[in-house]
């Protein structure tokens, strides 16, 4: 039968590929100031376009996550990580008692894990047409699904998935996207190793030439039914206002 780690199984199944890094991002985002020579229009102002650096400065330290434990991988970091994207993501601690800590820690898709991702544009274009892309891949995931696990080396998979999801538009803070959330437990390829039922959900948001997106995957039982969208949606507006 085919194993691989937790981490990289269900990370590869939502995250985008990001490396590890050690640094912790700031607290806060620099926010511009308006030039001496600004002077006051009736035309609409456009949306500014935010650096990486900004992005990256405004990501969430594990601290600043409910029951965060630590930094398991960043985007500006590693030679994978696209050089558009910031992103961090995060291992929780489950509210469960050490015995149980123990027995999930051997489940092989056994971790609860947030991510923050955000990608610099130049026009307003592309973000928008990334926002399409994954919408219609989220599609899938509306009403029931039973997925199949897909092999993606000789010893690695993304596992199976079967539930029931719902998808729906959102707009937080001025930013306006979707939402996808999903109850679905995990097999492996053969159908075996079925996990306890997660809640995956997923905010992708879209404003001027900026997109966020914030993945949120949860074991169902011990935080209880909405406990990963209601996280998913605090994040991305923890994360709009840090911008500014």
Do not use: N
């Not at 990256?56 to 590693?78: E, F, H, M």
């Not at 994978?80 to 992103?87: L, V």
């Not at 404003?207 to 209880?224: E, F």
């Amino acid at each position: 039968m085919l194993r691989t780690v937790a981490t990289t199984a269900l990370a590869s199944l939502l995250l985008a590929a990001c490396g590890g890094g050690s640094d912790e991002p700031s607290d806060t985002a620099p926010t511009p100031t308006a030039g001496a020579g600004a002077t006051a229009s009736s035309s609409p102002t456009p949306e500014r376009v935010r650096a990486v650096e900004e992005l990256t400065a405004a990501l969430p330290r594990s601290s600043q996550v409910p029951t965060g434990d630590r930094k398991i991988g960043s985007c500006p970091g590693d030679d994978s990580c696209q050089a558009d994207t910031a992103s961090v993501t995060i291992e929780l601690t489950r509210p469960v008692g050490a015995q149980e800590q123990e027995t999930l820690a051997a489940e092989e898709f056994s971790r609860d894990f947030v991510q923050v991702t955000a990608t610099a544009g130049t026009d307003e274009a592309a973000p928008q047409t990334t926002l399409a892309t994954i919408r219609d891949r989220a599609a899938r995931y509306v009403g029931a699904f039973d997925l199949p696990a897909t092999k993606t080396s000789d010893t690695t998979y993304t596992p199976a998935e079967k539930g029931e999801g719902t998808l729906d538009d959102v707009t937080l803070e001025g930013w306006k996207g979707f939402v996808s959330a999903r109850d679905v437990t995990f097999a492996d390829p053969e159908g075996e190793g079925a996990t306890h039922p997660y809640q995956s959900t997923q905010v992708h948001l879209v404003k001027g030439t900026t997109l966020i997106s914030c993945y949120v995957t949860v074991m169902t039982g011990p935080r209880g039914a909405d406990a990963a969208t209601e996280m998913a949606r605090q994040l991305a507006t923890d994360y709009i206002q840090r911008l500014g």
